[in-house]
Each structure stands twice: as C-alpha cells, then as structure tokens.
C-alpha cells in the first residue's frame, strides 16, 4: 500500500483552489443561479478541503 503524502506547495494549491471554489459557489448561490455549477463548485472546494484535511502533509528536512 502506498502513502500518500502532500507537498506543502501542493496542499497550499489545493487550499487556495478551494477557496475559490467556495467564493464562485457562494456568487452562484446569491445569483440563484443553475443548479449544476452550485454542485460543481461545492463538489469541488468539498474535495480539495477533504484532501487537505485528510492526507498528510510532508515536513522539510
């Protein structure tokens, strides 16, 4: 089985892409836009904020 370890640089891509993920989901949401873009940009910054959360991440030497 192999570990899965995020780089700090990846874990904080990950972050900031969540981040706006969640201000699009929130833009769509006050718009009362298409339903399909909320699940879009929810599934996403759900995602990246999962594997942040979830995966740890690598400490430097």
């Not at 874990?11 to 399909?36: H, I, N, S």
Request: with cysteine; glycine share 6%.
């Amino acid at each position: 089985m192999a570990d899965f370890i995020l780089t700090p640089l990846t874990a904080t891509v990950l972050f900031v892409l969540a981040c706006l993920a969640g201000y699009q989901y929130r833009r769509v949401w006050v718009k009362e836009g298409p339903r399909w873009k909320l699940w879009l940009f929810g599934l996403v910054a759900g995602a990246c904020l999962a594997l942040v959360a979830f995966i740890p991440v690598s400490t430097i030497n």
